[in-house]
Each structure stands twice: as structure tokens, then as C-alpha cells.
T-cell receptor
Framework: SQQGEEDPQALSIQEGENATMNCSYKTSINNLQWYRQNSGRGLVHLIL?????REKHSGRLRVTLDTSKKSSSLLITASRAADTASYFCATYPNMRFGAGTRLTVKP | DGGITQSPKYLFRKEGQNVTLSCEQN?????MYWYRQDPGQGLRLIYYSQIVNDFQKGDIAEGYSVSREKKESFPLTVTSAQKNPTAFYLC????????????FGPGTRLTVL
């Protein structure tokens, strides 16, 4: 069964705007990770947040984790056309991925 | 170059034929995984292996088989028992206990005619 579930399913924004994606999960986790997938390609790891962390930053990425609500969010600031991709959350140790959010950034 | 490779990129097979998808890694990772992805969908876990000569079923193992005879190789066989095999197949590896980050191959798109 799928573990993480992202919303929205699709998001379309203008270049320069911020993009926020959410992920909900069902069971306890050691950590939660976000991955990116360009169309027809493999996934690329973006960022990992551990269960005892609440927020983490990496460049233009900001991830939050609320274990009481079993949810996480990924914020991409100052988006670029090159950020257009699908974004997935994955929970560990379950190794399960959600259906993803398809982000389109218009130039 | 270090990495994880899958071949071929595109694969066509006739219905009823078994087909084996290749996955090789030279990252010296202990764990390897196979996922299936259908159009517009997330990844579903087929099989995974934490160590050589050992593997476990994922959520959708029916109609698939794997082997892990070498650390660097984890081939997936899609058998004729898999009712709807047309999909994008992704292989991934993970170092082991030191990190949970998975490294993905480029994928193989299988089309059964």
C-alpha cells in the first residue's frame, strides 16, 4: 500500500513564485524524504528530514515535518522553469512513495 | 563513473513471454529495490534485497521474480503471470544502515504487445 500521499496532485505557477507541496503518511517513520522526477527519468533525492526534526533547509528548498499530524511540506522558493517536474515524498523504513505532485513552472 | 544502470531503456515483448530487466550498481550499496510506475502514478514496490542471496516481496510481487547472486546486480523477471506488465520500471540502491537515501537508475519502459 502507498504510504505517503502528496497534494495537490498538480500545481502550476509562474516563475519566481513559491511552490508548496504537502505529504501525509499513515504509520510511524524514522525519516521522510523528498525526491524529484523529470518526465521519463529516474528519481533524484532532494532532502531528508528525520523524525526528531521539525524543519530543514537546502538551498531554495524548505521542508517541514509534523509527526503529530503525520504530515510534511516541501516549499520551493523563487521557482524556475527548470523546477518543472514531479515531486514525491517517501517514508522510511517503509520505503513507500506517494503518487506525487506534478509541478509546472511557467516562464 | 559511479552509479546505477538499467538496460535496456525501452523493451518490447509479446504477451506471454517472460522478460528480464537488468539493474547494475557500482556504488557498493548493500540494498537494492525494484519499483513499478504507471502513467501519472507513484512508485509501487515490487521486491527488495537488503543483502546478497536474500530478498523480500514488496506490495505487488505477484507475477515477478528476482535474484541477488551478486552485490552489484539485481535483475527483475517479469513473467507471463503478470497480468498487466506494461509500465515504467525503476531500480534503486541504498548504501545500508548509514543512510536511507536511495539512488535511482534511469528506468526501463516495458511495453507488452
Amino acid at each position: 500500500s502507498q504510504q505517503g500521499e502528496e497534494d495537490p496532485q498538480a500545481l502550476s505557477i509562474q516563475e519566481g513564485e513559491n511552490a508548496t507541496m504537502n505529504c501525509s503518511y499513515k504509520t510511524s517513520i524514522n525519516n521522510l524524504q523528498w525526491y524529484r522526477q523529470n518526465s521519463g527519468r529516474g528519481l533524484v533525492h532532494l532532502i531528508l528530514i528525520r523524525s526528531n526534526e521539525r524543519e530543514k533547509h537546502s538551498g531554495r528548498l524548505r521542508v517541514t515535518l509534523d509527526t503529530s499530524k503525520k504530515s510534511s511540506s516541501l516549499l520551493i522558493t523563487a521557482s524556475r522553469a527548470a523546477d518543472t517536474a514531479s515531486y514525491f515524498c517517501a517514508t522510511y523504513p517503509n520505503m513507500r512513495f506517494g503518487a506525487g505532485t506534478r509541478l509546472t513552472v511557467k516562464p | 563513473d559511479g552509479g546505477i544502470t538499467q538496460s535496456p531503456k525501452y523493451l518490447f515483448r509479446k504477451e506471454g513471454q517472460n522478460v528480464t530487466l537488468s539493474c547494475e550498481q557500482n556504488l557498493n550499496h548493500d540494498a537494492m529495490y525494484w519499483y513499478r510506475q504507471d502513467p501519472g502514478q507513484g512508485l509501487r514496490l515490487i521486491y527488495y534485497s537488503q543483502i546478497v542471496n536474500d530478498f523480500q516481496k514488496g506490495d505487488i510481487a505477484e507475477g515477478y521474480s528476482v535474484s541477488r547472486e551478486k552485490k552489484e546486480s539485481f535483475p527483475l523477471t517479469v513473467t507471463s503471470a503478470q497480468k498487466n506488465p506494461t509500465a515504467f520500471y525503476l531500480c534503486a540502491s541504498r548504501m545500508g544502515k548509514l543512510t536511507d537515501t536511495q539512488y535511482f537508475g534511469p528506468g526501463t519502459r516495458l511495453t507488452v504487445l
